[in-house]
């Protein structure tokens, strides 16, 4: 594991943590670095699916054919399993 930077590490000693700091603030900033800040290198073979995430692009976009709002807001009924026909909704 890499060294703790010295701020982080001074956290660690500064009030207590029922108070939000201490060993509170010193946890609260070490969730916020991912593990490739925190590791050198993968320490076991479950982290090879989640590291280096950061190198891939995060642009997400609905599937071409898969569900999208207008099906949602269309097709399934918005209040809950009651249906009560309208007077357009007639075969024929």
Known sequence: ?????PQTKEALFQ???KEGRGRHLYLRRRVQKGPEEKFDFPLLSSWD???RLGDYDREY????NGRSGIVR?????RNGIFHFPSPT????
């Open 61 to 64: 976009r609905s599937p071409a």
């Open 15 to 17: 009030g207590f943590s």
């Open 73 to 77: 807001n269309t097709f399934y009924a």
């Open 1 to 5: 594991m890499r060294p703790v930077s």
């Open 89 to 92: 909704d007639r075969l024929g």
């Open 49 to 51: 699916y989640g590291w």
